[in-house]
């Protein structure tokens, strides 16, 4: 077993490479790792338990009785000035009296979520998730089961599964690379929402773990799509296993280049041979090929799966202790054809030309995939079999389109999302000149005395404010109709595979989190599963009704996060002529839907412009798992210049605007009002 310690550092951490190229290549496979029938049972168990698990959260995406955290509960039970509204505690009658309304108004709002998730589409779409989750569960369990024992075994095992967590003050920390300052941070928000199983397989050696994570790895890549349900299996599996998320990331980002270097040589070698033998393996495989073959093709002995070495995929994602003739098996059909990989990657890489990409921009201008380019890697080093999506609200420039993302790291293949450039730079400069005007300094000094939702509610704006309000109400509402547009055209580019078969995270702030609002009711629209691991929402101007958010939580596989701030006066001001009775998903938490994170940002956001430089700070608290520590500081410091410059120009516009002439009821007049309009109008020229 010497080879798998041996192996593990060069595969994950760079070693000898010549060393690892000279070993047997029959190496390991799982069934020599596991070298008992109790191992091995363990493991198909483990994956039972794991999809059951799964199984059940999605369940309770649609159960009116489970409601989400103990955190959401606690802001219903508050009044609009943020008070604890049980602070006062009656006794006698009065006691009763409260606590049987109480129990009316919860069993009222139970009613209607019954109600909700009984209505037709929300039933009709459950039914279609639960589907698509058990078509994607059995071939995962069969194929698991194949390799480590039989396919009957594993499916007895996967009907009986009975999964329980591992008792949380018994865990170890996770193990895996040199940890940051960031990865606690990771492993705390990864162990909530992807809880450990408990398995005997946490008791054997790390580097046996990794190999078992690393092969099903490769067995869910040989069902020709790394999907998102396929990446969340493997979530809990690496804390199931005590590993740190980090191994699993440097696994893929390893498995990625030698997926695409072997693809690139046999195009280049014999391009129209080995389309031939493409379409032979192809159609031998989906026949059964592979469950008839058994052990021959999973690299016991190799069998059928020698020819498909000749391409150097089992060499080159053999490594850490895994043997190459296993590695190919473990991958099936994966492991011959460049085709069958280019469509993994999606419309073969970073090559999305504008050609590929105009049926898209026929319905939304400029809509294109900006890769968001790391200094010094080639294409290559660049792809990973996961991608980022990140969309900004508004633009102060063209720039902006990429710079807020650049705090995404390097286990993604990142891309930004560029839409409707003339109509969100507009909104940009409509959007400073307002916060930085004399107006706005009144407005909010008058605000403030009341909750934002009093203002909301009760349309009680300074009429100063009003005044202006045709300054950013026209180029709101122009973008607004164009982040609506940009979303379903989003929506569709991913049915269609434009980013390939890999699972997608999609970031956004403001009507970036609009976008991906619109994107994902689409998505549940037209049931399409198993495309979204995250979505992560930042200050976004939609409403936060349960049933949206039912239908979002459906059709995202891992984690859903709204980001929102009481004290984002400029959302509410904006949002003031839509639907305020469903709520405002950036003010508010969302409520009574499973598995929807709601985290308070207000203490970075104290404005509605502030997302631009806090959203990598918001990443960073959230735990997400990618991200760039430096980026993070540099944004943390443009975050507080932001302030500051706003701040300034406020003070400055309230001292120019300190006329005798001044209405003091208003904070402004037509004539400041003017000015301003030709201020957006100089800056909109200038783009």
Same mark, same amino acid.
């Given at each position: 077993?010497?080879?798998?310690?041996?192996?593990?550092?060069?595969?994950?951490?760079?070693?000898?490479?010549?060393?690892?190229?000279?070993?047997? #290549?029959?190496?390991?496979?799982?069934?020599? $790792?596991?070298?008992?029938?109790?191992?091995?049972? !363990?493991?198909?168990? /483990?994956?039972?338990?794991?999809?059951?698990?799964?199984?059940?959260?999605?369940?309770?995406?649609?159960?009116?009785?489970?409601?989400?955290?103990?955190?959401?509960?606690?802001?219903?039970?508050?009044?609009?000035?943020?008070?604890?509204?049980?602070?006062?505690?009656?006794?006698?009658?009065?006691?009763?009296?409260?606590?049987?309304?109480?129990?009316?108004?919860?069993?009222?709002?139970?009613?209607?979520?019954?109600?909700?998730?009984?209505?037709?589409?929300?039933?009709?779409?459950?039914?279609?998730?639960?589907?698509?989750?058990?078509?994607?569960?059995?071939?995962? $369990?069969?194929?698991?089961?194949?390799?480590?024992?039989?396919?009957?075994?594993?499916?007895?095992?996967?009907?009986?599964?009975?999964?329980?967590?591992?008792?949380?003050?018994?865990?170890?920390?996770?193990?895996?690379?040199?940890?940051?300052?960031?990865?606690?941070?990771?492993?705390?928000?990864?162990?909530?929402?992807?809880?450990?199983?408990?398995?005997?397989?946490?008791?054997?050696?790390?580097?046996? &773990?990794? =190999?078992?994570?690393?092969?099903?790895?490769?067995?869910? /890549? @040989?069902?020709?799509?790394?999907?998102?349900? @396929?990446?969340?299996?493997?979530?809990?599996?690496?804390?199931?296993?005590?590993?740190?998320?980090?191994?699993?990331?440097?696994?893929?980002?390893?498995?990625?280049?030698?997926?695409?270097?072997?693809?690139?040589?046999?195009?280049?070698?014999?391009?129209?041979?080995? &389309?031939?033998?493409?379409?032979?393996?192809?159609?031998?495989?989906?026949?059964?090929?592979?469950?008839? %073959?058994? +052990?021959?093709?999973?690299?016991?002995?190799?069998?059928?799966? +020698?020819?498909?070495? %000749?391409?150097?995929?089992?060499?080159?994602?053999?490594?850490?202790?895994?043997?190459?003739?296993?590695?190919?098996?473990?991958?099936?059909?994966? !492991?011959?054809?460049?085709?069958?990989?280019?469509?993994?990657?999606?419309?073969?890489?970073?090559?999305?030309?504008? *050609?590929?990409?105009?049926?898209?921009?026929?319905?939304?201008?400029?809509?294109?995939?900006?890769?968001?380019?790391?200094?010094?890697?080639?294409?290559?080093?660049?792809?990973?079999?996961?991608?980022?999506?990140?969309?900004?609200?508004?633009?102060?420039?063209?720039?902006?389109?990429?710079?807020?993302?650049?705090?995404?790291?390097?286990?993604?293949?990142?891309?930004?999302?560029?839409? *409707?450039?003339? %109509?969100?730079?507009?909104?940009?400069?409509?959007?400073?000149?307002?916060?930085?005007?004399? !107006?706005? @300094?009144?407005?909010?000094?008058?605000?403030?005395?009341?909750?934002?939702?009093?203002?909301?509610? +009760?349309?009680?704006?300074?009429?100063?404010?009003?005044? !202006?309000? &045709?300054?950013?109400?026209?180029?709101?509402?122009?973008?607004?109709?164009?982040?609506?547009?940009?979303? #379903?055209?989003?929506?569709?580019?991913?049915?269609?595979?434009?980013?390939?078969?890999?699972?997608?995270?999609?970031?956004?702030?403001?009507?970036?989190?609009?976008?991906?609002?619109?994107?994902?009711?689409?998505?549940?629209?037209?049931?399409?599963?198993?495309?979204?691991?995250?979505?992560?929402? =930042?200050?976004?101007?939609?409403?936060?009704?349960?049933?949206?958010?039912?239908?979002?939580? @459906?059709?995202?596989?891992?984690?859903?996060?709204?980001?929102?701030?009481?004290?984002?006066?400029?959302?509410?001001?904006?949002?003031?002529?839509?639907?305020?009775?469903?709520?405002?998903?950036?003010?508010?938490?969302?409520?009574?839907?499973?598995?929807?994170?709601?985290?308070?940002?207000?203490?970075?956001?104290?404005?509605?412009?502030?997302?631009?430089?806090?959203?990598?700070?918001?990443?960073? &608290?959230?735990?997400?798992?990618?991200?760039?520590?430096?980026?993070?500081?540099?944004?943390?410091?443009?975050?507080?210049?932001?302030?500051?410059?706003?701040? #300034?120009?406020?003070?400055?516009?309230?001292?120019?605007?300190?006329?005798?002439?001044?209405?003091?009821?208003?904070?402004?007049?037509? #004539?400041?009002?003017?000015?301003?309009?030709?201020?957006?109008?100089?800056?909109?020229?200038?783009?």
């Amino acid at each position: 077993m010497s080879s798998v310690f041996q192996k593990a550092s060069t595969f994950l951490g760079g070693g000898n490479e010549e060393e690892t190229k000279t070993q047997d #290549e029959e190496g390991e496979s799982l069934t020599t $790792v596991l070298e008992t029938d109790e191992d091995r049972s !363990a493991l198909t168990i /483990l994956i039972g338990n794991i999809t059951e698990l799964m199984r059940k959260r999605l369940i309770n995406t649609f159960d009116p009785k489970e409601t989400g955290t103990q955190e959401d509960h606690i802001s219903t039970l508050t009044d609009d000035k943020g008070k604890d509204a049980g602070l006062e505690k009656p006794s006698g009658d009065e006691r009763k009296q409260e606590m049987q309304k109480a129990l009316e108004k919860q069993n009222a709002e139970l009613a209607k979520r019954e109600k909700e998730v009984n209505e037709e589409k929300m039933a009709a779409l459950k039914t279609s998730a639960l589907q698509f989750f058990d078509g994607w569960r059995d071939s995962v $369990v069969l194929r698991v089961g194949e390799v480590v024992n039989s396919r009957k075994t594993a499916e007895s095992q996967s009907k009986q599964a009975k999964p329980e967590l591992a008792p949380s003050d018994s865990e170890p920390a996770l193990e895996g690379f040199e940890m940051n300052e960031h990865d606690d941070t990771i492993a705390e928000a990864l162990l909530k929402i992807y809880p450990p199983i408990e398995t005997s397989l946490r008791k054997v050696a790390k580097e046996k &773990r990794i =190999l078992i994570l690393h092969s099903i790895l490769l067995l869910l /890549l @040989s069902l020709e799509h790394y999907n998102a349900y @396929s990446r969340t299996l493997l979530m809990y599996l690496t804390t199931s296993l005590g590993l740190s998320v980090t191994v699993l990331s440097e696994d893929e980002k390893k498995v990625a280049r030698g997926l695409l270097t072997a693809a690139e040589k046999m195009s280049a070698d014999e391009e129209t041979k080995k &389309r031939a033998e493409e379409n032979q393996t192809a159609r031998m495989w989906k026949m059964g090929i592979a469950g008839v %073959a058994g +052990a021959a093709l999973i690299g016991i002995t190799g069998g059928l799966a +020698a020819p498909l070495l %000749a391409s150097g995929i089992g060499t080159v994602l053999g490594g850490i202790g895994l043997g190459a003739t296993a590695a190919a098996g473990y991958l099936g059909a994966l !492991a011959g054809s460049s085709v069958l990989v280019g469509g993994l990657f999606g419309a073969y890489g970073a090559k999305m030309t504008s *050609e590929a990409m105009e049926q898209y921009t026929r319905d939304v201008e400029d809509f294109a995939f900006v890769p968001i380019q790391r200094p010094g890697e080639s294409e290559i080093e660049a792809r990973r079999l996961r991608i980022a999506i990140g969309i900004s609200g508004w633009l102060g420039d063209k720039d902006e389109v990429i710079k807020p993302w650049k705090c995404i790291g390097p286990g993604q293949e990142s891309f930004a999302l560029r839409f *409707e450039l003339e %109509a969100l730079m507009n909104l940009g400069n409509a959007l400073t000149t307002l916060v930085t005007s004399a !107006a706005w @300094s009144y407005a909010k000094s008058e605000i403030i005395k009341r909750t934002v939702f009093a203002a909301l509610t +009760a349309g009680l704006w300074p009429l100063g404010l009003l005044k !202006a309000s &045709r300054l950013i109400d026209n180029p709101w509402s122009i973008a607004n109709q164009r982040a609506q547009k940009a979303g #379903e055209v989003l929506a569709d580019a991913l049915i269609n595979k434009a980013q390939g078969e890999r699972p997608v995270t999609l970031i956004g702030y403001s009507l970036g989190a609009k976008v991906i609002y619109v994107c994902l009711q689409q998505l549940a629209e037209r049931k399409a599963f198993g495309l979204i691991e995250n979505a992560i929402m =930042l200050g976004a101007p939609t409403p936060s009704s349960s049933a949206d958010w039912r239908r979002i939580r @459906s059709v995202v596989t891992g984690r859903v996060v709204n980001a929102y701030s009481t004290n984002d006066y400029i959302l509410a001001f904006l949002y003031r002529s839509s639907s305020i009775q469903f709520g405002v998903a950036g003010l508010n938490p969302v409520l009574n839907v499973k598995g929807v994170e709601n985290v308070e940002v207000g203490d970075l956001v104290k404005g509605h412009t502030l997302y631009r430089h806090a959203t990598a700070s918001i990443l960073r &608290r959230i735990g997400f798992e990618d991200i760039d520590l430096e980026e993070v500081a540099y944004q943390q410091e443009k975050l507080k210049e932001q302030e500051k410059r706003e701040e #300034e120009q406020r003070q400055d516009a309230e001292n120019g605007t300190k006329q005798p002439h001044t209405n003091s009821k208003e904070g402004v007049n037509d #004539e400041e009002v003017h000015k301003m309009e030709q201020e957006i109008e100089q800056r909109n020229k200038s783009v």
